[in-house]
């Protein structure tokens, strides 16, 4: 099928090289098309790596792998193989995993276990050993690529090639972040998986890089939501090389910390929004936000359920200011909330107060908010103070015309 | 906008009559249409009734005083309003349930607490209060009228009128159940909530028909999704006139306990079919059946999470065989699975097994099955003895028509 490029689409962004971190990208043809699909990331020895992966109960051999692998904190190699998941494909998903970490572990010199593997694309079929093994000695041996290049080759379903940036001034070095992203659904054979990795020259102890990873992730990959789906694949990894030459980061008390932390948040969620930006048939980026819950874990949990209510993203589609359906998604969360102290707003503007429509509302402005790209929905629960933030996209015959009229 | 019957519609039943029940409607005109849109249902004294209702946090004043009401096991009358919810009124919205029981206790001269009040259509605007006194003052008066009648005058969005019926012997004495439902979304302001009403002539204690009630609740009522929305108004409540004379049943110990326990978990699983069956855009029915779970809950909650899942609804919709997005919902259920145990089928025929596509896979009647109107999907988790059914509708162009091109 054709896929049109997102409405809601950004710009490639100009990312800085980063030191110790060369690209290469290859043809393996694991799908019968003209482009490339195997990815080849090479690190110099040092490098730290810290991950965070799917929670799916039926992950992919690359997530249960990767899990284990990130334990080490060293990372030579990234291979990201795009077209096929090798998701659900029994022993012989693992053994292709582990030919491709030999095979890149034996060129670089190093432990297999150093060497990161990930697949993306239709599920159920085993990678297959040939064209893996061809497509990594061709990517080994490739000219070096640019960030937009390998941001295209990771991609599958993704309608624009995604990418991130951000710096940091750490005790006097200047250290540089540079991403990239793949994913438009949560997941669905044949299409898409998020898969993101991020690229640093700082210079970071691996478990402290793994404690600022995850804890950006609750607050930006862990609060996106296209279709409430969880893939079998998703995968985030963060690899540093130290080339920046600053002193090692180890914990938030060393100078710079909070200014690398800062950096990191930042790209988390510039590549986050990127994938809701490219949800499958989005015409719109809802931001919501919850506040006055009973704790900020119940705030989540309220706007998660507002996030993937059918009937919220198929009002804003919908440009509709339907608040009721707003009301029935907290309702539903399974948290407390108490009808009467509820206030729900768009862009600003309370639509209903203390479990009440607003006496003097006045929708005109509600309205002109709504047909715009860039949708904010307010939820006061009146009951606490915690608080969060998710974000989504609307629900459209796009959607359904990606998953149902088209056959994978 | 103009709804057209289901593909999926049942034809109304031919129900009898129940001794003891008279049913009643009128024109409240809650909205500007040429239809019936209030019920009264009227009990001889002596009727005991039981309940289940939403679990949603945010629910309508007729909940909360339902809820409390069917404490008490007496009820001497049902009002149904159809076009306003009455929900998030705040205090004028009890206002109004309160006036409406009060003004049927004076007609019948029983207490305000036997008199039963639901409301369905739109959120946020209280219930006018002259029009519901008009309302109920007529309907009073009015001529007795027949099922399909009130089955006609609760719905709101329904694309077809929905009831059903059972009868069973119970030591020696034929007792009859009749039953009406409302209900195409699982909410939606100006459109659907499910409400259902059983009557029966049985004679039973209402604390054990409350616990009959409530098992068969969580087996049917609570097992179908048409889109994951919880409405802030659902309903179902027995009445039992006792006209039939049987011996009164006050627990399973009792001769043809087991008779009637089965006849109302029918008629609890024909009107939960039937709400399924007229889900907004709903083009097929489908029966999502998980075996061998760790425990029953456990089959349920993944059996939801497939139900609930939009790829898997979309690709049933698209006749497409995609176990990988059943692999997906299973793995994001948040239950215990284990990949390599898996297996999952359509129409009795295992796609894959174990945790791996079937080798000599036959599509041919998996693709037959997939074109019919009624859809089996059977995973079999491979861990234990837990199992569960749940049923559901395919997500099609209809629901985003329904929810997002048409204004509230």
Chains 1, 2 share one sequence.
Not at 30 to 37: A, G, I, T
Not at 196 to 201: A, P, S
Request: hydrophobic share 45%; aromatic share 6%.
């Amino acid at each position: 099928m054709d896929l049109t490029r997102s409405p809601l689409a950004l710009p490639f962004p100009d990312l800085p090289a980063i030191g110790g971190v060369t690209l290469r990208i290859a043809r393996a043809q694991y799908k019968d098309w003209d482009r490339c699909d195997l990815t080849y990331a090479e690190f110099t020895e040092g490098t730290a790596v810290a991950g965070v992966f799917t929670r799916s109960a039926c992950p992919s051999s690359e997530v249960e792998m990767g899990r284990e692998q990130v334990q080490s904190g060293r990372a030579r190699a990234l291979i990201v193989n795009a077209g096929n998941s090798n998701a659900f494909t029994g022993y012989r998903g693992r053994e292709a995993v582990e030919q491709i970490m030999s095979q890149v572990a034996d060129h670089l010199d190093c432990r297999p276990s150093e060497v990161f593997v990930s697949s993306t694309g239709v599920i159920g079929v085993p990678l297959p050993l040939g064209k893996a093994r061809d497509g990594v000695a061709m990517a080994v041996a490739a000219t070096p690529c640019s960030w937009q290049d390998a941001a295209k080759t990771i991609a599958t379903t993704d309608t624009f090639a995604k990418g991130a940036g951000a710096s940091a001034m750490v005790a006097g070095k200047r250290v540089e972040l540079a991403a990239i992203i793949k994913g438009s659904g949560m997941i669905a054979p044949d299409m898409a998986t998020m898969l993101g990795y991020i690229f640093t020259d700082a210079a970071i102890d691996p478990a402290f890089l793994q404690q600022l990873l995850s804890a950006s992730n609750q607050q930006t990959f862990s609060c996106i939501t296209v279709d409430s789906d969880t893939s079998t694949s998703d995968t985030v990894l963060a690899f540093a090389t130290g080339h920046a030459g600053n002193a090692r980061l180890t914990s938030f008390d060393d100078p710079g910390a909070d200014a690398f932390a800062a950096a990191l948040h930042d790209v988390c969620r510039q590549l986050a929004h990127l994938v809701v930006r490219d949800g499958e048939g989005a015409q719109k980026f809802i931001e919501i936000r919850v506040n006055g819950a009973l704790s900020d874990e119940s705030a989540h949990r309220i706007a998660l359920s507002i996030a993937n209510s059918p009937l919220v993203k198929t009002a804003i589609a919908g440009e509709d200011a339907n608040w009721g359906r707003v009301v029935m998604a907290v309702g539903k969360a399974g948290e407390p909330a108490d009808r009467d102290k509820l206030s729900i707003g768009f862009g600003g503007i309370w639509a209903a107060r203390n479990g009440q429509p607003v006496a003097d509302y006045d929708e005109a402005p509600v309205a002109a908010h709504l047909q715009g790209q860039e949708i904010a929905i307010e939820v006061d629960i009146g009951l606490g103070i915690g608080s969060a933030a998710v974000w989504t996209c609307d629900l459209t015959h796009g959607y359904i015309d990606i998953n149902a009229d088209y056959r994978s």
